[in-house]
């Protein structure tokens, strides 16, 4: 009877330390999963406020090692290096190939965070082809330095279009030339050429005109139907403009302003009148919130895949803008973008308010 009693009491207590070993046991794998559950990134904001005198730009050198993900890590890693310190307020990241352009915002985000860095504004455009083989992305940076290094203001130079690359960087020189920007004092220039033929052209013509500005060259379609080239550019004033924006249309944007606004991009979904209007709509209630419309916009870049597109955003954007004093800027055709179902794009600069 004893020795019956005995091994009941022996195996309770055997099953009442394998359920706590089982309890212990899961505790502590549930505390392994909490542990190893990440925090979702966040999205790069909408807009950045930057100083206007201390404005910098650089352009991230080009690779063809590896793929996207790896090719968008080092242009990051190279353009953080090329600023010295100086933070990013605002990103343009051109990208070509069969890639998913939409790891560009999760990769930002994820370097940036890792660094704790403030999060850059983002415009993400598929282009046709980019001037080295194997090469998918290419970023331009415009960065806040610790000093003012343009304190009469800057220019910012419409893309002006040549048959070729060597006319189109005429044209560039003329509008520049008009905006009273000297040649040496160009900081940022980018070449969109219709056929990458241009390339060897663009790449002599444009250092030469401009010696020191940092220099970009996309092919913005694969299969363009007009063969042209466009140069848009941004450059240092050394004589402030008579108020803090002065609208050279459609030429330039001289500004002085004591900050601005620099936008990611806004999409539109669609093709129809409706749904380009509805673009520009969101895009003023994003303008809202940054405290500035669309009286304040002094460059706005729209990106349409389709000529119709191009065409209806061209017309409808003078339903928003002034037009005897429209914003200077580019419209051009592009490959893609990170929507399947988008149309079309926009970003825009807007002088803040004091």
């Known amino acids: ?83 010295r310190g100086a933070t990013i307020v605002k990103l343009r990241a051109f990208v070509s190939g069969s890639g998913d352009i939409r790891r560009v915002q999760t990769i930002v985000s994820e370097v940036f965070t890792d660094r704790k860095l403030p999060l850059p504004a983002l415009s993400t455009i ?37 048959k070729n690359a060597g006319e189109a960087v005429r044209q560039l020189q003329a509008a520049a030339g008009a905006a009273g920007i000297n040649p040496a004092s160009m900081l940022s220039a980018t070449c969109f050429l219709s056929a990458l033929d241009e390339l060897p052209a663009a790449r002599t013509a444009l250092p030469g005109a401009f010696p020191s500005a940092v220099t970009n060259y996309v092919q913005p379609q694969r299969l363009a139907l007009e063969t ?41 979904f669609g093709e129809q009148v409706a749904d380009i209007h509805l673009a520009f709509e969101r895009m003023n209630k994003e303008l809202g919130t940054q405290g500035v419309t669309y009286k304040d916009v002094f460059w706005s870049s729209i990106y349409p895949l389709t000529r119709p597109v191009a065409q209806r955003a061209e017309t409808i954007r003078f339903e928003f803008y002034d037009p005897s004093h429209p914003p200077a800027g580019t419209i051009l055709l592009f490959e893609g973008l990170p929507s399947l179902d988008a149309s079309a794009a926009m970003d825009i600069l807007a002088a803040a308010p004091n």
């Open 1 to 83: 009877m004893r020795r019956r009693i005995f091994a009941v009491s022996l195996g309770i207590l055997l099953i009442f330390c394998a359920t706590a070993g089982a309890q212990k046991k899961k505790k502590k794998g549930d505390e392994d999963d909490i542990t190893q559950t990440l925090p979702l990134l966040k999205d790069p904001p909408f807009a950045v406020a930057a100083e206007t005198g201390r404005l910098v730009f650089h352009v991230s050198p080009l690779s063809a090692k590896g793929l996207l993900s790896q090719q968008i890590r080092e242009a990051l890693k190279s353009l953080l290096q090329l600023n």
């Open 126 to 162: 598929q282009v046709g082809a980019l001037p080295m083989d194997g090469a998918q992305v290419i970023f331009e940076s415009v960065s806040v330095e610790k000093k003012v290094v343009n304190p009469q203001g800057l220019a910012f130079v419409s893309g002006a279009a040549g």
């Open 228 to 268: 042209s080239s466009q140069c848009e550019a941004v450059g240092r004033l050394d004589k402030a403009p008579a108020s803090a924006v002065v609208l050279m249309s459609p030429q330039a944007a001289l500004v002085n302003a004591p900050k601005i606004i620099l936008s990611g991009i806004q999409m539109a």
